[in-house]
């Protein structure tokens, strides 16, 4: 077998490119009423706009219509009166010619015909072009030849001795007669031989001109005008929709930091007298600012000197106190137990002044992370180890529930087990006794830790405030068993640092239950956590 030459075989057909595919009229209005929705929600221009044109157009529609009706029913109604009063001008004349008429011969009717129009015709037109037919019961009605169909409901008026009048079509009397809206008078003339019946043919081709004219001067008058109301509506509104813009805007750079900016103010008149309110609240707000900035920084910065300070006279006064309490078994009672006392607070004093130092360089912003990677069953672990003598005091057990396999977390340990220290201490101080739960929680995304006690709880509100800096839920408690205050607030931003969420529980008589959740890689944002804050979700989920 021989290659083929590559000249020789024919060209690969070109697939066509299929046609992006046209959008379905409803979708296409649905996109239309989401730009006008969008719009009506976020422009008050677009609002008021909207607004006059549907109550204009409303009021010129209304206001159009009856125009319309009350002038056109005043040329139909003219045009009646004309044509009764031409009937009833031409009802001699009709007598006298049909006077001598006999009924069956149609050459003496149409001779008769032919008079009373001559005669009608000359005396005057008030009432405009018209035919005239003349029926009797043995003829049918005829207008130069054309037939007319008289209505039967007419003919029966008429014929009971009675001038009566009927809209119905009619030929034109134009140089090509057609069919036309009309109107038809009708009345009985007396004779020789009987009675006939005449008819005025009064075709309506004017009246109607008249009214479809007046229809569209209307129309576009009241069109003109509607366009007229919602642009002058446009442009006074753009004059205040405008300045209230700037105001947002600049209010908007204001919240975002920038307190430099300011309004430029034109004029006298109310938006001036706004802007420069705005200016001048811009302003106060800027002072204040600045000043509670300028109280903050002395603030941090007096804590963290007087911290400072404090350390070289609390090195001296301990190293007094540990010899004082290393020879207390020498001193009497009341020396002794003063000795004990001393020593306690000097370690409660250390651990304020320390967490002042933390709290200060959280306010200062040079707090860091160290973070690795690591289990976090090993600061649990810790943290309970560090507990037992205080829950063994307590008389609380410390129930603690891990998962069986490694939950690796980027974390800086040394500050999760601070967070874990604090809750932990804090469910032991307010447990009563009652045993202290630890649970742990993890998925792909987050890991939570769990600790619960069943204590005095907390009052509806207070959960938002425990992490207060010095806040205390019950002040009938001594401060002799309590912390700091610092510990709930430093837990908090150590939580914050590791992009993690520190959130508390409780219900007065039912305990408390605190939750610390973290990302389990460093820069994930936390969506959910992988436990439940209440304990009530908890017990349902499981």
Do not use: C
């Not at 031409?86 to 008429?101: F, K, N, S, Y």
């Not at 005057?124 to 019961?137: H, M, P, V, Y």
């Not at 002042?356 to 289990?375: C, F, K, M, N, Q």
Request: hydrophobic share 40%; proline share 5%; glycine share 8%.
């Amino acid at each position: 077998m021989t290659d083929a030459d590559p000249a020789a075989l024919p060209a690969p057909a070109e697939l066509p490119v299929p046609a992006e595919p046209r959008r379905s009229f409803a979708a296409r209005l649905r996109a239309v009423l989401d730009s006008f929705v969008h719009a009506w929600q976020r422009s008050l221009q677009v609002r008021v706009a909207t607004t006059t044109l549907l109550i204009t157009g409303t009021a010129v529609l209304v206001i159009g219509i009856f125009i319309v009706d009350q002038v056109a029913g005043g040329v139909l109604r003219a045009k009646r009166e004309a044509a009764i009063g031409q009937a009833e001008l031409g009802l001699d004349t009709a007598r006298q010619a049909l006077a001598g008429v006999d009924r069956s011969s149609p050459g003496d009717v149409a001779e008769a015909k032919s008079q009373i129009t001559a005669t009608l015709t000359s005396s005057g037109r008030s009432a405009g072009l018209f035919n005239i037919a003349i029926e009797s019961e043995s003829s049918a009605p005829s207008t130069d030849g054309a037939e007319v169909r008289i209505p039967t409901s007419l003919r029966r008026v008429v014929q009971s001795g009675h001038l009566a009048v009927q809209y119905a079509p009619v030929r034109d009397t134009g140089a090509q007669p057609n069919s036309v809206p009309g109107l038809i008078v009708g009345e009985t003339v007396p004779a020789r031989t009987g009675v006939f019946e005449l008819y005025y043919l009064f075709p309506l081709t004017a009246e109607q001109q008249t009214i479809a004219l007046m229809q569209r001067t209307v129309l576009f008058s009241g069109l003109a005008l509607v366009l007229l109301v919602v642009g002058i509506a446009l442009l006074v509104t753009r004059q205040v929709v405008g300045p209230i813009r700037v105001v947002a805007q600049t209010a908007g750079r204001l919240a975002a930091g920038d307190l430099s900016q300011r309004i430029k103010v034109r004029g006298t008149d109310d938006i001036a007298r706004l802007g420069r309110s705005f200016n001048d609240m811009a302003g106060s707000l800027q002072r204040q600012i600045r000043r509670l900035e300028d109280l903050s920084r002395l603030q941090r910065r007096f804590t963290s000197d007087v911290s400072h300070e404090l350390r070289t006279p609390l090195t001296t006064i301990r190293m007094a106190s540990e010899m004082l309490h290393a020879r207390r078994a020498d001193f009497p009672p009341e020396l002794s137990r003063s000795a004990e006392l001393l020593q306690a607070e000097l370690d409660r004093f250390e651990s304020l002044l320390g967490d002042l130092l933390e709290i200060s360089r959280y306010d200062a912003g040079v707090a860091h992370l160290e973070s690795e990677t690591a289990d976090i069953r090993g600061v649990i672990n810790s943290t309970v180890e560090a507990n037992r003598l205080l829950a063994e005091r307590q008389g609380s057990e410390l129930v603690v529930q891990l998962p069986d396999e490694p939950v690796s977390v980027d974390m800086d340990s040394r500050r999760v087990e601070r967070i874990l220290r604090n809750l932990v201490g804090n469910a032991l101080d307010h447990g009563e006794g009652k045993p202290v739960q630890i649970s742990v929680g993890y998925d792909d995304a987050a890991v939570a830790v769990t600790v619960r006690d069943h204590g005095v709880g907390l009052r509806p509100g207070e959960a938002a405030l425990v992490f207060n800096r010095f806040w205390r839920g019950d002040t009938s408690r001594s401060r002799l068993t309590g912390g700091t205050g610092l510990g709930l607030a430093i837990s908090l931003e150590d939580a914050r640092l590791h992009d993690g969420w520190l959130q508390a529980w409780g219900e007065r008589g039912r305990g408390a239950q605190f939750r610390l959740t973290l990302p389990r890689h460093a820069g994930h944002t936390l969506m959910s956590s992988p436990l439940p804050l209440h304990p009530d979700e908890e017990a349902d989920a499981t």
